[in-house]
Structure formats: structure tokens, C-alpha cells
């Protein structure tokens, strides 16, 4: 009877035996469960970003050669807008250096009184010579007067038997201004000096110069705003259009998650590769015309006693019509592609 009751105590004492608690893996252990996270460096993500700027300004530019015709066009349309101000721009250039030639003409002269002799006119040379708003002096005597007088008359010598000389001495003065109020200044200066008799001064036609000068500068930049918004609604015009070819195709893209920067970049190169394109048809059409009309203005010219070329855009000039057109262009893709993206909405 103690033999069988022994194996049920232990039996018993097997099943209220709690059961051991399933091991846990250690704290300093990491879970291996669960996605991994990385981080991308900021390298990377340039590299990332400079291939698909690269792409892009690749794969825009074989979209225009796919359709040079329409493209060329477009282009030449553009090149007309920026040939207008160009020209009209390197008028004015030429006006410049004539007003910088005409500057130098810009003088006083002093008649000094009959009675003055020589040494006198010296005297008030150098006295005139002396005063802060004035450049450079030449004195010309009455002989030298006269000699002038018939040779801009053509009557060489026709005036010789006259008993004496009716023309002064007289000194020409190069003012160091040639701003009217202080010619007028200097000139009310100089009549007060001893010896004067009188200073002639002849402003109406550096007035007219100025005007003149002037009109153009502001006609040049009224045409110059005026074809830029016909660049920018050229070349919005064409942007647009893509834009509304290649809709479903940014649609897909924006539904998986593309920004509109992404959206918006091939197009900006398009733009871009529009202004450049223009800009050099505007410089070969530019090429030309200097070349045409060289010859015709070189002989007109020629036929005054002068000489006379057109001029060119020079490599700072062409750097920055060029520059201008991209920039145009660049600036129109831009304001079309962002008024239309505000308009799709991807389904």
C-alpha cells in the first residue's frame, strides 16, 4: 500500500509544479523585427539631383529637334522681338559716341576789344586760363581770324585789300562742364574780366542733343520692355501648348507623388533652349544687316568728307542678349507651367 501511494504523491506533486517563464531575449539586444530605415546623404542627393537636372535639359532639347520646323519658327519669332531693341540699341550707342565727339565742341568764345594788342590778350588768356571751370584756352589771333573766315567763305583772298583787320582777338574756351547752367555761369564770368567785349555762347544745340539723347534712351527702353513681353508671351504661349499635350502624362506622375518642381523642370529647360535658340537667330539676323547696310552708309558718308561704320555687338554685348533671350524664355516657361499646374487635378 506505502509502494503505490507513493508514485501518485509524486504525480500530484509533478502537476502543481508551476510551469518555468519563456525566456526573453536580452534588453542590450535590438528587435530584428520590423522595416529598416536609412538615411540618404546629402551627396547623394545632389548627384541625384544634378543627373536629373542633366536629363531633362537632354531630354527637352531632342523634344525641339523632334520638330525643328515649328521649333524654328518659334525662335525666329523670338529673334524678331530682340533685333528691334538690339538695333535700335546700338543706334544709340553710335548717338553716344557722336554726343562724346560733339562734347569736345562745346566751347565759349571770348572777342576781346579791338584796342587789345598782343601782350594784353596773353594777359587775359592766362587769367581765363586760371578759372577752375575751365578746361584748356587757345588763342587766336586776328590774322588767324581772318585767315579762317575766308577759307570757311571759299573767297581766298578776296578780302585782302581791306585797309585794316574789322576782327578781334579771340579765345576759345573748353569748359570742363558742358552742362548749361554752368557754361552760362562761366560765361557771365568772363565778361566781367577787363579787356572782354563779349562772350558768344550757343546752347540750342546742346539742348536739342540732350533731348534728342534723351527720347532715345527712353524710346529704347519703352521697346525693349515691350518685345520682352512679346518673348514671354511667345514663348508661354508655345510652353502652354506642351503643357496641354503631355497632360495625362503629369498627371500620372503627380498621382505617384511628384512635386511640381519635378513637374515643372523639363519644361523650364524647353523655355530655356527657346531663348538661346533666339537669342542666336537675333545675332546672326543682326550679322546681316550690318553687313547690307555697311556699304550704303560707308558711301554716304564718304560723300560729306566723313567716315563713318555701322556699329556691332561686341562679345559683352552679345553675352548679354543672349543672356537676356534665356532668361526670357526661362521666365515664360515659368509663368505658364505654374498656371496651368494650379489647374490640374490629378484623378
Given at each position: 500500500m506505502k509502494s503505490s501511494?507513493?508514485?501518485?504523491?509524486?504525480?500530484?506533486?509533478?502537476?502543481?509544479?508551476?510551469?518555468?517563464?519563456?525566456?526573453?531575449?536580452?534588453?542590450?539586444?535590438?528587435?530584428?523585427?520590423?522595416?529598416?530605415?536609412?538615411?540618404?546623404?546629402?551627396?547623394?542627393?545632389?548627384?541625384?539631383?544634378?543627373?536629373?537636372?542633366?536629363?531633362?535639359?537632354?531630354?527637352?532639347?531632342?523634344?525641339?529637334?523632334?520638330?525643328?520646323?515649328?521649333?524654328?519658327?518659334?525662335?525666329?519669332?523670338?529673334?524678331?522681338a530682340l533685333v528691334l531693341p538690339a538695333a535700335l540699341w546700338l543706334t544709340l550707342d553710335s548717338a553716344r559716341l557722336l554726343d562724346a565727339e560733339l562734347d569736345e565742341s562745346a566751347t565759349l568764345t571770348v572777342y576781346l576789344e579791338l584796342s587789345t594788342d598782343d601782350a594784353q590778350a596773353q594777359r587775359i588768356e592766362e587769367a581765363v586760363n586760371a578759372e577752375q571751370s575751365v578746361l584748356e584756352t587757345q588763342l587766336i589771333s586776328a590774322e588767324q581770324g581772318m585767315a579762317e573766315f575766308q577759307e570757311s567763305l571759299g573767297l581766298d583772298n578776296a578780302l585782302a585789300g581791306l585797309e585794316s583787320n574789322p576782327l578781334p582777338i579771340s579765345i576759345v574756351v573748353h569748359p570742363s562742364s558742358i552742362e548749361p547752367a554752368a557754361m552760362q555761369q562761366l560765361a557771365a564770368t568772363l565778361e566781367a574780366f577787363s579787356?572782354?567785349?563779349?562772350?558768344?555762347?550757343?546752347?540750342?544745340?546742346?539742348?536739342?542733343?540732350?533731348?534728342?539723347?534723351?527720347?532715345?534712351?527712353?524710346?529704347?527702353?519703352?521697346?525693349?520692355?515691350?518685345?520682352?513681353?512679346?518673348?514671354?508671351?511667345?514663348?508661354?504661349?508655345?510652353?502652354?501648348?506642351s503643357v496641354e499635350s503631355r497632360r495625362r502624362e503629369i498627371e500620372v506622375v503627380m498621382l505617384i507623388g511628384a512635386t511640381h518642381a519635378f513637374v515643372r523642370r523639363p519644361f523650364l529647360y524647353s523655355g530655356a533652349w527657346y531663348g538661346i535658340g533666339g537669342g542666336l537667330l537675333a545675332l546672326g539676323l543682326l550679322g546681316v544687316g550690318n553687313h547690307w547696310l555697311s556699304l550704303p552708309v560707308a558711301a554716304l558718308a564718304a560723300s560729306y568728307g566723313a567716315s563713318f561704320s555701322l556699329p556691332q555687338l561686341d562679345v559683352t554685348g552679345s553675352t548679354i542678349l543672349l543672356s537676356c533671350s534665356t532668361l526670357l524664355g526661362w521666365l515664360g516657361a515659368w509663368l505658364a507651367v505654374t498656371r496651368h499646374l494650379s489647374s490640374i487635378r490629378p484623378k
Open positions: 501511494a507513493t508514485p501518485r504523491r509524486q504525480q500530484g506533486a509533478a502537476l502543481k509544479t508551476p510551469r518555468k517563464a519563456a525566456a526573453k531575449p536580452p534588453a542590450d539586444k535590438p528587435s530584428q523585427r520590423g522595416a529598416r530605415s536609412q538615411q540618404t546623404r546629402f551627396s547623394s542627393r545632389l548627384r541625384a539631383w544634378g543627373r536629373h537636372h542633366r536629363s531633362m535639359a537632354w531630354d527637352s532639347f531632342q523634344r525641339l529637334v523632334r520638330y525643328p520646323l515649328g521649333n524654328l519658327l518659334t525662335m525666329l519669332a523670338i529673334a524678331i579787356g572782354v567785349d563779349e562772350v558768344r555762347l550757343d546752347l540750342a544745340w546742346v539742348e536739342r542733343l540732350r533731348n534728342l539723347a534723351e527720347l532715345g534712351r527712353r524710346v529704347a527702353l519703352a521697346l525693349g520692355a515691350l518685345f520682352g513681353l512679346g518673348v514671354l508671351l511667345v514663348v508661354g504661349n508655345t510652353i502652354r501648348l
